[in-house]
């Protein structure tokens, strides 16, 4: 069973950074393809970055985000610096064996609980 918790969040102003946790119980975690979604309120689950053969990132965080892992911790993280109004959302991680279509959630089979983001101007 693959369980992905997930810490950091809360509230931030506009200007400053965050860093988001993601602990997965994963036999085999540096195999996973890894991701970070957010979904804003009446939108969509979109894409904030991935981690597979390569890094992915969403246009609209470019430049300020940062997705790693680390293996030792069997952790995931996000950093976003130079924090918008509009990166407010709840932030998930995701993960699964082998991802083909990195921004499509459906691609995914394990998910974290979702943290709430909102940054204050």
């Known amino acids: 069973q693959v369980r992905l918790v997930q810490s950091g969040g809360g509230f931030v102003p506009a200007g400053g950074s965050l860093k988001l946790s993601c602990s997965v119980s994963?036999?085999?975690?540096?195999?996973?393809?890894l991701a970070w979604f957010r979904q804003a309120l009446g939108k969509e689950r979109e894409l904030v970055a991935a981690?597979?053969?390569?890094?992915d990132y969403a246009d609209s965080v470019k430049g300020r985000a940062t997705i790693s892992r680390d293996i030792t911790k069997s952790t995931l993280y996000l950093e976003i610096n130079s924090l918008k109004q509009e990166d407010t959302a709840v932030y998930y991680c995701?993960?699964?064996?082998?991802?083909?279509?990195?921004?499509?959630?459906?691609?995914?089979?394990?998910w974290g609980q979702g943290t709430q983001v909102t940054v204050s101007t």
């Open positions: 981690l597979y053969w390569k890094t």
């Open positions: 995701a993960a699964t064996m082998r991802v083909a279509r990195p921004g499509d959630p459906t691609e995914y089979s394990y």
């Open positions: 994963a036999r085999s975690f540096p195999t996973y393809d």
